[in-house]
């Protein structure tokens, strides 16, 4: 398994290439001569208020065929080798533009460092941690509950939401990742195979051998790990065996929109969340971010015409499904992202374009450019803090962008500054990866202290600490999905509630968080190489409202009590 960096969304999708030209039709500027390539998946955007056909057509006199069509977004899938396919397009007004879906290349094995880097801390040598199974303590309500401080600092515990509001069956949580291991003896329970739903296909350039003859994964597997840690966080039930999720009763959907190596695609991540709409899901967690562009600005000088048109490609399209979505009844929550920057006031962007390899470059950018989906319009967005409940020295935060903050994990959230891995958040691993990546022996026992082993009989289970607003994200969903349990009214799938009003009960039952006194935080870390790393960060509004805890940290036991 490849280290889950970034959950991206490819929308100028080159595939992280080290064998593709300088150029490809989604940085040309200009018309070029037509020339056969191999053939390349482009996502066609029509206008707000032309059809379908509109688009088909502007494809068919581009050069290209359409494969499939979203009429609910407005948008066709068409292919083309055609290298002035994607020129053609835009220059089109009958419809908004193309950004490019797929380009056949080949991937390095590690992707680069970006907005959701995730410490997985696995070669780490935890100071309170011990590789080997786990009993728990005698006042638990599950075998590792004393491991889970993030539950704590929510009142997600036995005395807290678990006594009162445990979340409903008819509830259900839309996990748009890179899967979800319905297989895992602390997901199953809650786990719906009948709704679940797989929008990808491996591609070996990325993902490595398929697994399977089709490349295409079955709804209940996870080859990346970090969806059923999300999926974990949110609804692991209470069985005697591992951990809880903040609500143990509510029942978990895998829409996986990611690959195995963690990018996703444009189109896969609008499907998903127009499936979450249409079969009533309540609320679904996004942990990834549209790539290539971390920041995607519309008019950005550094950026060529077809690199402008793009963004607007990927911000428009995100926003028609996230609405999509909503006006359906499902609230969206977001991860705010890892780069420690204030996103009210960016400044800098030297990852992007991330696609393909070595196509970065450095922008000055500001706030007129925006991260997606975090930064969408009817997003719930979620920053992270860490065990003291400082916010976590990688999170994103900005007083116009995080609404909520929730435990996400911070391993350097010490005394002096070393590293301590229980400082992070602990949720389901499944096992196959545990073995493949050689971190359990032969007996089954963990060879780290990042994997623990809970069992329950014969029966085991095992889980991973990790750490990013990934981890964060699903904290705040699972609150939203116990406000649905306890206020919400029976619809077609279940239960439902408006979005508005579930959202709005996250917020005022969030404990109000003030900015540290002085305001700018200065973190110091220690890694284990002995380095040693200082970095700052400036929060700016008052204790009701601001940009690292938003309107404060998610509390579930609140969140359940008294009037909606």
Known sequence: ?????????????AVTGTALVASSPASASTFQKATTTAPTEYVVLQNANSGALAAKAAVEKAGGTVVSENSALGYVVATSTKSDFQAKINADRTVLGAAGNQIIGQAPEEKQASQFQIEQLRKSTSRSSKPGGHKGSAVSSEPLADLQWDMKQIDATKKGSYASQPGSRKVLVGVIDTGVDGSHPDIAPNFSKKLSRNFVTDIPEIDGECEVASCKDAADVDDGGHGTHVASTIGSPINGIGI?????????????????????????TLDALTYAGDIGVDVVNMSYYVDPWLFNCTNNPADSPAEQREQQVIRTATQRA????????????????????????????????DYPEGAAKDRTIDNSCINVPAESKGVLTVSSTGPSKRKAYYS????????????????????????????????????????????????????????????????????????????????????????????????????????AKTEAKVLKSATETACPNPRTFKYHRILTTGAIVDSEATCEGPKSDNGFYGHGIVNAKAAVSGRL
Do not use: W
């Open 244 to 268: 809880a999720g903040v609500a143990p009763n509510v029942t978990l959907v895998n829409i996986r929109a990611g690959q195995d190596s963690g990018y996703f695609f444009l189109q896969p």
């Open 1 to 13: 398994m490849r280290q889950l960096g970034v959950c991206l969304v490819t929308a100028m999708f």
């Open 396 to 499: 994103n935060y900005g007083t116009e962008e995080t609404d909520v903050s929730a435990p996400g994990g911070d391993a350097y959230d010490t005394a002096d500054g070393s590293r301590d891995l229980s400082g992070t958040v602990l949720a389901a691993f499944p096992k196959h990866l545990a073995i493949e990546e050689g971190l359990i022996d032969e007996n089954g026992e963990p060879l780290t202290p990042a994997v623990v082993k809970s069992c329950k009989g014969s029966v085991c289970g095992y889980y991973q600490y990790l750490q990013g607003t990934s981890m964060a994200s699903p904290h705040a969903a699972g609150v939203a999905a116990l406000v649905v349990s306890e206020f919400g009214h029976k619809d077609k799938s279940g239960l439902g509630l408006d979005p």
């Open 322 to 353: 996230l609405t999509y979505a909503r006006n359906k009844g499902v609230l969206p929550v977001s991860a705010e992202g890892n780069e420690a920057t204030d996103l009210n006031n960016p400044t800098t962007d030297s990852t992007s374009p």
